[in-house]
């Protein structure tokens, strides 16, 4: 990302390449390959993705991934992380915030389905050896914000 | 918007530049910043998002969207717009016309969440000093199509 | 699709491209333009939308359309495909490959809207006289695959 890019505004190049690292993303969380996943934030990165459970780093994103998925030991779902309207800003130094809707869709056996809670989600994104990762995401539910 | 363009099919450039604009303007709407909603579309813009809510002008987009969020007075919301599977096509004197789905999600305090209504918008996009803007924008709620 | 391209990595052109081609295709299949929809596949292409209908040819997939329609005889819908998160890949011979979470929509008189199953699309795209096409659509419903 060049100096003059990160002083003006978002290239439509930029955008479709935020939209197509989030599907690749959001594919690996929904595969639960938390290693993979947590590989998309800088080795440093910051997650808070439901209230109290903020964490950094990626082993620290791995394992708040393995203990939040424990809820679904013995109740088999798939999930399916869907974004939408993506919002994204030059930021200092070349990076690039973004916000955006987002909701997964959890199925069970049977055909049971749910919309998860409607959240609002803020990353900040760099590059780094010429990829797109997350500095850090931050979610909130909507529900949570009354 | 060159000429050449406006007679040629639709760039890909353009069409991720319209998904952005579209994130940014429906941002403005969730977040009820009426008259910066308004700026999105021309002076003269058009606006129908409700049966028998037709109005045109950014004054009356304003005040439209006052008197249509009165039914949320004394019921707490958070709405967000959802669009998807955007048809761009080139219109005469550099114009776009757009069509594409939407539906808003509505959350409620407890976590009632409803998927709103889906909708088919069309919409005239013109380009003044740099900037997309709606000439018109006009939805179609699918239950009401019967 | 030059031989450059189709070894490197995906273009946000690309990526742009094969969004509005859904975008376009799937608005012909909400229209039950189903000639139209499935001259949007190769003359040879795949079609297996739904457990236990695969077809193939453009003369087969506007039958099995037909078919499937057959049980909104007498039910008047509305349906809308929502496409997201689209993973695109270059495969050989300059095809890509594409995956994507789905649903659909279905609306009926007096505002019943049920958001339908929750799928994963796996196609192949191929460029025939400068235009995407399917060769290939599979549809997993992600209730199916426990």
Same mark, same amino acid.
């Given at each position: 990302?060049?100096?003059?890019?990160?002083?003006?505004?978002?290239?439509?190049?930029?955008?479709?390449?935020?939209?197509?690292?989030?599907?690749?993303?959001?594919?690996?969380?929904?595969?639960?390959?938390?290693?993979?996943?947590?590989?998309?934030?800088?080795?440093?990165?910051?997650?808070?993705?439901?209230?109290?459970?903020?964490?950094?780093?990626?082993?620290?994103?791995?394992?708040?991934?393995?203990?939040?998925?424990? #809820?679904?030991? &013995? /109740?088999? %779902? =798939?999930?399916?992380?869907?974004?939408?309207?993506? !919002? *994204?800003?030059?930021?200092? +130094?070349?990076?690039?915030?973004?916000?955006?809707?987002?909701?997964?869709?959890?199925? #069970?056996?049977? &055909? /049971?389905? %749910? =919309?998860?809670?409607?959240?609002?989600?803020?990353? !900040? *994104?760099?590059?780094?050896? +010429?990829?797109?990762?997350?500095?850090?995401?931050?979610?909130?539910?909507?529900?949570?914000?009354?």
């Amino acid at each position: 990302m060049t100096t003059t890019e990160s002083t003006t505004e978002v290239t439509a190049e930029r955008y479709a390449e935020v939209q197509h690292f989030y599907a690749r993303q959001m594919r690996l969380l929904d595969d639960r390959d938390f290693p993979a996943f947590a590989a998309t934030f800088t080795e440093d990165g910051e997650f808070s993705h439901t209230p109290g459970h903020a964490v950094s780093t990626r082993a620290g994103i791995v394992a708040e991934l393995h203990e939040f998925h424990r #809820r679904f030991d &013995g /109740d088999p %779902v =798939v999930r399916r992380h869907w974004f939408d309207m993506i !919002v *994204l800003d030059p930021a200092p +130094g070349g990076a690039l915030t973004a916000s955006f809707y987002a909701y997964a869709i959890t199925v #069970r056996p049977g &055909g /049971d389905q %749910v =919309v998860g809670p409607s959240c609002l989600v803020r990353d !900040v *994104l760099v590059r780094e050896a +010429g990829q797109l990762r997350n500095r850090s995401r931050h979610v909130t539910q909507d529900r949570l914000t009354f």
